[in-house]
């Protein structure tokens, strides 16, 4: 099994900063794509930002120069530092991961259970 958790939103004022984290826990081998992805009310999930395995990232363009994403594989572990934030940020994000659970099979995606982020003065 694996167990993808995410934390560090809180209520921020406009052109604040926050940080968000992913821990993924479990039976892992290789962790390849990692993903930021949010849901404001009423509106369908969007992907924000993305890294490979080899670190190569990419981004949504509302999002270009205020957030970076990176990860750390030695503690299974992703971010996403969100800088200049405004209140259309506001939004519960979650992780998504495509995780080999084994050396010998193919890699499964798995959702965290998100983060709130509210950006409101």
């Known amino acids: 099994q694996v167990q993808l958790v995410e934390s560090g939103g809180d209520l921020v004022q406009p052109g604040g900063s926050l940080r968000l984290s992913c821990v993924v826990s479990?039976?892992?081998?290789?962790?390849?794509?990692m993903k930021w992805y949010r849901q404001a009310p009423g509106k369908q999930r969007e992907l924000v930002a993305g890294?490979?395995?080899?670190?190569?990232?990419n981004y949504r363009d509302s999002v270009k120069g205020r957030f970076t994403i990176s990860r750390d594989n030695a503690k299974n572990t992703m971010y996403l530092q969100m800088n200049s934030l405004k209140p259309e940020d506001t939004a519960v994000y979650f992780c998504?991961?495509?995780?080999?659970?084994?050396?010998?099979?193919?890699?499964?995606?798995?959702w965290g259970r998100g983060t709130q982020v509210t950006v409101s003065s």
């Open positions: 998504y991961c495509n995780v080999q659970a084994r050396p010998i099979g193919g890699p499964v995606g798995y």
């Open positions: 890294i490979t395995l080899g670190g190569s990232t």
């Open positions: 479990g039976t892992i081998f290789r962790i390849y794509d």
